[in-house]
Nanobody, 129 residues
Framework: QVQLVESGGALVQAGGSLRLSCAASGRTFSSYAMGWFRQAPGKEREFVAAISWSGGSTYYADSVKGRFTISRDNAKNTVYLQMNSLKPEDTAVYYC??????????????????????WGKGTLVTVSS
């Protein structure tokens, strides 16, 4: 089992920045690819970004490419999502997730929902116009 706890969500103005963190505990963090997903009110959950177990490969949805950066610190069992140039349409609950499978720019390929094996409970990001 892997336990994931997100933090860093807040209310921010359009054009601003936030950094989300996801702290992992349980089984070996560095064995898992990590991803960020988001779900806006009334919409399906969508893939935002993913990073390989080593941090050597990163993947982004087109909607956030060039504005968001995913990174990880395996010594701290933490994955981050740096969000810059935020837009009102970025408003959503952001979820951290882990998978033992591979990922690509289209998402990850584990057996669980949305291709991920473990999920956090989410953190709310609200971007005001």
């Amino acid at each position: 089992q892997v336990q994931l706890v997100e933090s860093g969500g807040a209310l921010v103005q359009a054009g601003g920045s936030l950094r989300l963190s996801c702290a992992a505990s349980g089984r070996t963090f560095s064995s898992y690819a990590m991803g960020w997903f988001r779900q806006a009110p009334g919409k399906e959950r969508e893939f935002v970004a993913a990073i390989s177990w080593s941090g050597g490969s990163t993947y982004y949805a087109d909607s956030v490419k060039g504005r968001f950066t995913i990174s990880r610190d395996n010594a701290k069992n933490t994955v981050y999502l740096q969000m810059n140039s935020l837009k009102p349409e970025d408003t959503a609950v952001y979820y951290c997730a882990a998978t033992a499978a591979d990922c690509s720019e289209y998402g990850c390929y584990g057996p669980g929902k949305y291709g991920m094996d473990y999920w956090g409970k989410g953190t709310l990001v609200t971007v005001s116009s």
